[in-house]
């Protein structure tokens, strides 16, 4: 992948977290005797984290940043002061600073104690294609929205690729094609509103109520023909040896009509009742 390709090709060769700290104590030397050694020795000190071979270890992270605040603060830039002593406070909660450095009550010791570092807010970092990210020394997933982090980038093969201070607030230096491009959006479906939404058991109920009309219906149909069935049984049949073809005509229809209306009416019953215990079955 591209952005695997090595970031400090200006580098004679990587360096590791000896020559880091080696370059730290040369710094804090021309720190402590204000003199001119200090500007220089912290420009090497950024050549040389910026040639990092190796993840930097947390505590020369913290001091990397305590180097950032102690230039801010000859600068006489007490916010930039304050974010990098923070930063380095949670790189490194375990160290205090020195009081030969910033006696208590000195504007120093102020601004190295200004900050809540607890009060900071973090934000997820974006997924990678592939690789690490650390931040002040360790593997991240997350960085501070409020302070500054020293970034590195690792390859999957293990390899530091990128090395560098970001400030608060800025992008991390990920180069082209280190981030995993997002999945395609889904669209959303409106889901049905709730009051249109029509519930299975009212078509199981209608068709049931259908059913059991249409059986009283038909009984009340078979009930008449019944009537009219033995009605004419009485008196074109009953007694008569020889009864006119008509006769027998007719009571075959009546009879026909009657059975009919009766299997109909059973049926439709059943139906009812079988759509009406599904109804029910369903509403709970």
């Not at 360096?15 to 090497?44: C, H, K, L, P």
């Not at 093969?157 to 560098?164: C, D, L």
């Not at 008449?224 to 006769?247: C, F, K, M, Q, W």
């Amino acid at each position: 992948m591209l952005w695997l390709a090595v970031a400090w090709a200006d580098c004679p060769a990587p360096t590791d977290n000896d020559a880091v700290e080696q370059a730290i104590e040369q710094v804090m030397a021309g720190f402590t005797a204000m003199d001119d050694r200090f500007e220089s020795n912290r420009a090497a000190l950024t050549e040389v984290t910026a040639c990092l071979g190796e993840p930097i270890r947390p505590g020369l992270a913290a001091a990397v940043h305590r180097v950032e605040a102690f230039a801010s603060f000859l600068d006489q830039k007490s916010e930039p002061t304050q974010l990098s002593f923070a930063a380095a406070r949670l790189a490194d909660p375990a160290y205090t600073l020195p009081d030969d450095i910033a006696p208590p009550g000195s504007p120093l010791r102020d601004d190295y104690d200004a900050l809540d570092v607890t009060a900071d807010v973090a934000e997820p970092l974006p997924a990678l294609s592939g690789g690490t990210v650390w931040l002040d020394g360790k593997k991240a997933f997350q960085r501070s929205t409020f302070y500054p982090v020293f970034f590195q980038l690792q390859d999957p093969s293990g390899a530091i690729t990128t090395s560098a201070l970001v400030a608060a607030g800025q992008p991390l230096p990920l180069p082209a094609g280190a981030v995993k491009p997002p999945a395609p959006e889904v669209p959303e479906v409106p889901p049905e509103p709730v009051g249109r939404k029509r519930r299975p058991t009212v078509p199981l109920a209608v068709g049931a109520g259908v059913l059991a009309a249409a059986t009283g219906g038909l009984l009340v149909g078979n009930r008449l023909s019944y009537g009219r069935y033995n009605e004419h049984y009485d008196s074109t049949l009953v007694g008569i040896a020889d009864p006119a073809p008509g006769d027998l005509e007719r009571y075959d229809e009546l009879r026909s009509s009657t059975n009919t209306l009766g299997l109909g009416a059973l049926g439709a019953g059943i139906g009812a009742v079988g759509l009406g215990v599904v109804a029910i079955a369903v509403s709970f």
